[in-house]
């Protein structure tokens, strides 16, 4: 069953509204006392609504395969979805209703940093869990006891970055351009640290707004320093877009290396900006993503997986963040069931720190969680990828080096 909370004009227009009231997913009707309820504080509208439709797709999927395989523990899965228009008061605000009022206490999302970071107390105070996004370093075992990440902390991250930068692109001079949401300050921070170690000069770095509408005074400030490689993060691949379009209207032909963003949402990117604006440009991804020429086609589960997407759906979502909202479900049906079917945070919490790593539904990559580490993932998973507009036949992309 899915419920939608939300009066997202987004939906409406891509045609994936659901009416006011219930679908459900399966043929019979059970009561709510016969439910496993799960929650989904999504980016629905607003700048983050690419990554927001793509979780709750893979979410639909996940539920409805759960569903027609008897549920978790012999009960169905019902969705209910906020949308948090991609704002930090309006996360704050739909997890509270969520969690108060709906007494949904396993959810997913909110996604971004700066919401997931707001969100986090609330999740403690009413109880719950999130799976969310973040790439702050400031989710952890301790600050934030009843949040989780499906994606790697900013240090990480950045290192791997870094990495990539001196040893395979063989930069001199570095320059970046970041958003100026939480994640990208702090990785800045960490580029600050990193880059000077290996020999590299970090030549210049400017911030630009989410959605900015021009990014050519950013751009052509940047050039000014002549760095021989261009860092560019983004939470959008709006964002990513107007970036990649600036750069060709200023005749900027530096090579570009680009947060994961860019291969989580290379269809938005490819769509707004076109092919040809992707020349030169390398992205961090997970492993999952990629292959080497000796990789067979079509073998890996992430392939597996998009030939289980919807077509249509497939035309309008990230792949990846639906595989993420995807594996989110089922991470809460194997800590639900291995916890004797309570939902409450606390007992959930405890159960992914404890038996993430044993999970054998994932996707992406297997989990690494323990008691101070709250990221699902590490750094094993993590690569960069090039041809972000030239798929091979399975829908994964070439792995930069191999």
């Not at 169905?76 to 906020?82: D, M, P, S, T």
């Not at 938005?268 to 020349?279: C, H, I, Q, R, S």
């Not at 990221?375 to 994964?396: A, H, I, W």
Request: contains cysteine.
């Amino acid at each position: 069953m899915t419920r939608n909370s939300g009066n997202s004009p987004t939906f409406r227009h891509l045609g994936i509204a659901v009416l006011a009231g219930t679908l459900m997913l399966s043929a019979g009707a059970v009561s709510a006392q016969e439910k496993i309820r799960i929650g989904g504080v999504l980016a629905l509208s607003g700048g983050g609504v690419g990554s927001g439709i793509s979780y709750r797709t893979g979410m639909e999927m996940a539920a409805k395969e759960i569903n027609a395989a008897g549920g978790i523990g012999g009960k169905q899965i019902e969705l209910v979805f906020g949308d948090d228009q991609s704002d930090a008061t309006m996360a704050v605000g739909e997890t509270k209703r969520l969690l108060f009022q709906e007494k949904i206490n396993l959810i997913v999302g909110p996604l971004f940093s700066g919401q997931a970071l707001a969100t986090a107390p609330v999740f403690v105070e009413g109880n719950g869990v999130s799976i969310n996004a973040s790439g702050s370093s400031k989710i952890n075992g301790t600050d934030t006891p009843n949040t989780f990440s499906m994606f790697l902390d900013v240090v990480t991250q950045t290192q791997a970055i870094v990495d990539y930068m001196a040893k395979v692109a063989k930069a001199k001079r570095v320059a970046l351009l970041m958003d100026n949401g939480q994640q990208a300050r702090e990785m800045i921070e960490q580029f600050k640290i990193m880059i000077p170690k290996t020999g590299m000069e970090l030549a210049a770095s400017q911030e630009y707004q989410a959605s900015q509408a021009d990014m050519t005074p950013e751009l052509l400030s940047l050039r000014k320093a002549s760095p021989d490689l261009l860092f560019v993060n983004g939470t959008s691949g709006a964002d990513f877009a107007r970036i990649m379009k600036g750069r060709d209207d200023i005749g900027w032909k530096v090579p570009v290396a680009a947060s994961a963003v860019l291969s989580f949402l290379y269809r938005e990117v490819v769509n707004t900006a076109g092919t040809k604006l992707l020349d030169g440009v390398s992205a961090q991804s997970f492993k999952a993503l990629l292959f080497c020429a000796t990789d067979p086609v079509g073998s890996s589960s992430y392939a597996q997986f998009l030939k289980r997407i919807d077509p249509e759906a497939l035309k309008k979502v990230s792949p990846i963040n639906t595989a993420s909202g995807y594996d989110a479900v089922y991470l809460y049906k194997a800590a639900v069931e291995g916890s004797g079917g309570k939902t409450d945070g606390k007992t959930i919490a405890k159960w992914i720190e404890e038996n993430g790593p044993k999970v054998e539904k994932v996707t992406i990559g297997r989990y690494s969680t323990t008691s101070s580490k709250h990221f699902l993932f590490g750094p094993e998973v993590l690569s960069m990828g090039e041809k972000f507009d030239q798929p091979r036949s399975d829908g994964l992309f070439k792995q930069s080096g191999c």
